[in-house]
């Protein structure tokens, strides 16, 4: 073994991931998190979007005048992703609700088969801002449920198609978004999180940058985040976190109605949080949790760089075998 010649390998090895990750430059070294300007120079030039950032808007239903809707209208709510397993219960949440419904999809003949009930039913795919465009017109609220599938890729989903509808709701006057993530796309040092980063194309990263436009383009938000989506809905309390620290499971009825019930609560407005099963709360304590959260409360952004923490800690032994191997050596 030539000890020369593995040494500055493994040091390549390991300080790959920050140098070559993608967008390393829009980190802040001081507080680690990104630059804004910077960020919004990584958004592709063929999107040709609108790259102000506004600050957040007044809350749904206030009694400002200038917004699209007031308290009295019957809301248009539209669903991306409502055809996909998580959107279906959301379409039936809705239906129970004093709301509009137009349920999205890339293929809405192939939708319309698999999803029960009489919806208008709409074209709208996220990687193409023109159907958006068309989609959104006269809608009041925006529910995504999307998640990229087959040889689709996160970045186009997750990322790209975050900017293409936030985008597509400004221009058509869309007042609220309601948003499905994920948990880990604030646990920037989550173990699941670094993983998913390093073997599934950065999928955490595009969840977190998406979620990132959204925060930051003015429109009234609130972005849920579940843990792995399993179980029967209605069964187990649910419990609200934030600064993503937490891991759990939640079945996707449960997301859906925490999601709609986001519409019509006023405290959960320009909020981000983890949602998780917890079978020591009351099933429908939930609902009264929404106050509790913060705004401007959502973990770290992972950037898809392997944090220092889990490179710094095996390079300092690596260099310590080195070092009392040579030791040895030069003693024998
Ligand atoms: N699996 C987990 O444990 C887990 C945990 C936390 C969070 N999540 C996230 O939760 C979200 C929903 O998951 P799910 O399993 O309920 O979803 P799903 O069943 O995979 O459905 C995804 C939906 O996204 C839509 N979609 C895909 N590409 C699109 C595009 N380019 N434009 C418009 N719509 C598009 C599809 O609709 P059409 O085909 O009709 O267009 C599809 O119905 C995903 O983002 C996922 O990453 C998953």
């Given at each position: 073994m030539n000890l020369r010649k593995i040494l500055p390998t493994a040091i390549l090895l390991l300080f790959s991931q920050t140098a070559v990750s993608h967008n390393s430059e829009c980190l802040e070294p001081t507080n680690n998190e990104f630059n804004r300007p910077c960020i919004e120079r990584l958004?592709?030039?063929?999107?040709?979007?609108?790259?102000t950032m506004l600050e957040p808007q007044a809350?749904?239903?206030?009694?400002?005048?200038?917004?699209?809707?007031?308290?009295a209208d019957r809301p248009l709510v539209a669903v991306l992703g409502a055809s996909g397993r998580t959107g279906v219960y959301v379409l039936e949440e809705l239906k129970s609700r004093d709301v509009d419904i137009r349920a999205l999809s890339r293929n809405i003949e192939t939708a319309k088969q698999k999803v029960d009930g009489d919806f208008e039913w709409v074209p709208a795919d996220v990687t193409d801002p023109k159907s958006l465009l068309l989609a959104f017109e006269g809608v009041d609220i925006l529910i995504s449920t999307i998640g990229s599938t087959g040889g689709d890729n996160s970045e186009m989903i997750d990322y790209e198609g975050s900017i293409n509808f936030v985008e597509a709701a400004k221009e058509t006057g869309v007042s609220r978004i309601i948003y499905m993530s994920s948990i880990g796309a604030g646990g920037a040092e989550n173990f699941s999180t670094v993983i998913l980063n390093l073997v599934a194309n950065k999928t955490m990263k595009w969840k977190s940058l998406g979620e990132d436009y959204i925060r930051n383009s003015g429109i009234d938000f609130t972005i849920v985040r579940p843990g792995g989506l399993r179980g029967e809905p209605g069964a187990l309390g649910i419990r609200f976190e934030q600064g993503d620290e937490v891991i759990g499971w939640i079945p996707r009825g449960d997301v859906a109605a925490v999601m709609v019930e986001s519409i019509f609560n006023?405290?959960?407005?320009n909020k981000t949080f983890e949602v998780i099963n917890d079978e020591?709360?009351?099933?429908?304590?939930?609902?009264?949790?929404?106050?509790n959260l913060k705004e401007?409360?959502?973990?770290?952004?992972?950037?898809g760089d392997l944090p220092t923490t889990y490179w710094l800690t095996p390079l300092v032994i690596l260099l310590a075998i080195i070092y009392l191997i040579r030791r040895r050596k030069k003693r024998a």
């Open positions: 958004i592709p030039r063929s999107l040709a979007v609108n790259r809350s749904l239903f206030t009694d400002d005048s200038t917004g699209s809707m007031s308290a006023d405290d959960a407005s020591s709360l009351p099933i429908e304590a939930w609902k009264d949790e929404f106050i401007g409360e959502f973990g770290k952004i992972a950037t």
